[in-house]
């Protein structure tokens, strides 16, 4: 009965690695044609060295073992992108209720699109607003509000330049990221980021955070540009 039990978790291990293998197979295919469409290379290894050359930008250096896959890389609409899944693990320790502890390597997954910019930009950040987010606010930790009462309820925005958050969140990007929120968005070390928050996307995603990057780009007033160009 044991080795019938043993067999029957062995079968059921092989399965589940089975189907994860042909779903990542099938997610790689998609992306691979997604990019052919869009006339980007597509890697399915990283070939760019991502986790070095994203090493000053905090969200990419988090954990160990830090890795990228499916890289799409490219030019849309004159502006140069780079998309894929990154990878970093964190040791997590666990005590048992004898007091025991354990550990064990938890692999964290993402998407992002990353675009450089063309000039230097102060530090922005604009993300939906979270729970603890509104913990951090009854402690008074600082958020930049807006004229538009729902656009600060709902929109975690920080930056080391006031006068640029507000020049870049004017009314009618703030009605268009209230539109499309569930994006994350920072101006950090010479790129904009694009993320979900820490979740993988789906080939369809990909095509969307595409859009969305740049649409965010197009909503910036050519005042600022000038403005930045010009120091």
């Not at 964190?90 to 997954?109: A, F, I, L, P």
């Not at 699109?113 to 939906?128: A, G, M």
Request: glycine share 6%.
């Amino acid at each position: 009965m044991i080795v019938l039990i043993g067999i029957g978790i062995a079968v059921l291990i092989g399965l589940v690695i089975y189907f994860s293998w042909l779903a990542e197979k099938k997610r790689r295919e998609a992306l691979s044609q997604l990019a052919t469409r869009m006339g980007l290379a597509y890697y399915p290894v990283d070939p760019l060295g991502i986790p070095a050359l994203l090493a000053g930008i905090p969200m990419f250096c988090r954990g160990h073992s830090r890795l990228a896959r499916n890289v799409l890389r490219g030019t849309v609409r004159s502006r140069d992108l780079i998309l894929f899944d990154f990878k970093y693990t964190t040791t997590e320790t666990r005590t048992d209720s004898k007091g025991r502890t354990s550990t064990r390597q938890v692999d964290h997954w993402f998407s992002a699109c990353v675009h450089p910019l063309e000039c230097p930009l102060p530090y922005l950040l604009i993300r939906p607003e979270g729970f603890f987010d509104k913990v951090a606010d009854f402690f008074g930790f600082e958020d930049i509000d807006f004229e538009s009462d729902e656009f600060s309820r709902k929109f975690r925005v920080k930056s080391d330049d006031r006068k640029f958050a507000y020049d870049v969140c004017h009314p009618r990007m703030m009605e268009w990221l209230l539109a499309n929120r569930g994006w994350h968005l920072e101006l950090v070390s010479g790129y904009l980021v694009v993320t979900a928050g820490e979740r993988t996307w789906t080939p369809e995603e990909f095509t969307s955070a595409i859009d969305f990057a740049l649409t965010f780009f197009d909503q910036i007033p050519q005042f600022v540009w000038k403005e930045r160009l010009a120091r």
